[in-house]
């Protein structure tokens, strides 16, 4: 699809999809371990999520969870 809709960009979805589902896992596992009191995160990447939403954990917790 998204070839047809712009056929000389070359970009590929499959490497853009699996980096975004790689990047939300790695974002779901940072606020996770933040509310469950692990101290495992360094500060500086969990501070990012100190005064943002993150409207998907939820969803997101559904699916990670058990991994």
């Given at each position: 699809m998204?070839?047809?809709?712009?056929?000389?960009a070359m970009l590929k979805a499959k490497p853009?999809?699996?980096l975004r589902?790689?990047?939300l896992k790695?974002?779901?596992a940072?606020?996770?371990d933040m509310l469950s009191g692990k101290e495992n995160n360094s500060h500086k990447v969990a501070d990012q999520f100190r005064h943002r939403s993150f409207p998907y954990y939820d969803q997101l917790t559904s699916i990670y969870?058990?991994?």
């Amino acid at each position: 699809m998204l070839e047809k809709v712009l056929p000389y960009a070359m970009l590929k979805a499959k490497p853009n999809l699996e980096l975004r589902i790689r990047t939300l896992k790695k974002d779901w596992a940072t606020v996770y371990d933040m509310l469950s009191g692990k101290e495992n995160n360094s500060h500086k990447v969990a501070d990012q999520f100190r005064h943002r939403s993150f409207p998907y954990y939820d969803q997101l917790t559904s699916i990670y969870a058990k991994d």
